[in-house]
T-cell receptor, first 112, second 111 residues
């Protein structure tokens, strides 16, 4: 069964450093998403991406965040200057049409 | 953002028992999804619902899209230990393409 692949599975970074989280969505999917989940809390929407541009973003997705689809297969989330409160699981998801998302296994980001 | 409330927040049941949980919102949703999340893993889609009143099954799982379009229900029959996890509902409004996630129901199955 097709999968959404995320790397790395765990990243530890110093506060103030930039991080890039990588995702390879399912190949024929057209819509791409990033969500995050702070430990013990619900899954929160960050951003959606379609046709090479952001289609929706939440209030969490401020100027510190950016997304890119650099080469037609990867979909990245960059956090420019990480803060302690950015520590969370970050999930990438993709979908084709109206069917539900397929989620990746996530990247656990720990900011120290 | 939208608030989706799930109840109960947690459940401890004996293996073999049936489970019911629900998800409610003050907004009208176009699509409801139910996911299961194991520790350290991403959510895995269980059931998708697209029409008010729709009742859909996936093995021992049955979910319904509420008539008011403001709620959804998930039932698990004859629970087994591998049903343990956190169950999330997610809803999509008529406008926009993001899904809003519920607060989760943690299920523990006692063998």
């Amino acid at each position: 069964e097709p999968e959404v692949t995320q790397t790395p599975s765990h990243q530890v970074t110093q506060m103030g450093q930039e991080v890039i989280l990588r995702c390879v969505p399912i190949s024929n999917h057209l819509y791409f998403y990033w969500y995050r989940q702070i430990l013990g809390q619900k899954v929160e929407f960050l951003v959606s991406f379609y046709n090479n541009e952001i289609s929706e973003k939440s209030e969490i997705f401020d100027d510190q965040f950016s997304v890119e689809r650099p080469d037609g297969s990867n979909f990245t989330l960059k956090i420019r200057s990480t803060k302690l409160e950015d520590s969370a699981m970050y999930f990438c998801a993709s979908r084709q049409g109206n069917y539900g998302y397929t989620f990746g296994s996530g990247t656990r980001l720990t900011v120290v | 953002g939208q608030q989706l409330n799930q109840s109960p927040q947690s459940m401890f049941i004996q293996e073999g028992e049936d489970v019911s949980m629900n998800c409610t919102s003050s907004s009208i949703f176009n699509t409801w999804l139910w996911y299961k999340q194991d520790p350290g893993e991403g959510p895995v889609l269980l059931i998708a619902l697209y029409k008010a009143g729709e009742l859909t099954s996936n093995g021992r799982l049955t979910a319904q899209f509420g008539i008011t379009r403001k709620d959804s229900f998930l039932n698990i029959s004859a629970s087994i230990p591998s049903d343990v996890g956190i169950y999330f509902c997610a809803g999509q409004l008529r406008t926009g393409n993001q899904f809003y996630f519920g607060t989760g129901t943690s299920l523990t199955v006692i063998p």
